[in-house]
């Protein structure tokens, strides 16, 4: 298109692939440490009754669960695997990540381990969003589409959740322990 620069043969697309790089490789290194620092809190912290409602407990509460529990076991048994690969899904990323933080694996393998992810997870979304970024300055029926799509989606998830608590009162209200 006339007077569009074209990232990939005018502009320098690479320094948007560092960025995301770096952004992905903090935030990761990030989840790794703070899932480590709740597994230390929750260490120092079981045996103390006074402590139970400090920050760092309630942080290791959040760490501790059958999602993460889950997330953990998964690590420990794929490792080297599993971390590049966490890098590809959608909502286990960040579980994975934290479990080997809270399982406390070792920082310099996890960080070996995760350097391929983190150039995977950029080069997804660099080519996902200069894709979507094209589509949109292309055409403008691709942003419009894309407009309706997303409100129709907002549109049916604020519709479920106004029918959800409806339907959860009276299932709760005629149970059988309240009738008793």
Known sequence: MPGIPDVVSDGPWWWLFA????????????????????????DAVADRAEAQHSRR????????????TKAQAFTERWGWIAIPLSFLTLGIQSLVNGGAGYARMHWGRYTLAMIPG????AAAYEVVGYSAFKAFTMSPWALGGSVVLVALAVALLLRR????????????????????
């Open 19 to 42: 960025a995301l790089v770096v952004i992905v490789f903090v935030r990761t290194q990030a989840t790794y440490w703070l899932a480590r620092w709740a597994r230390a809190g929750a």
């Open 57 to 68: 407990a309630r942080i290791a509460r959040r760490f501790s669960g059958p999602t993460m």
């Open 118 to 121: 983190c150039l995977l997870w």
């Open 161 to 180: 959740r106004r029918r959800e608590p409806a339907a959860q009162a009276p299932a709760t209200a005629s149970s059988p322990a309240e009738r008793a």
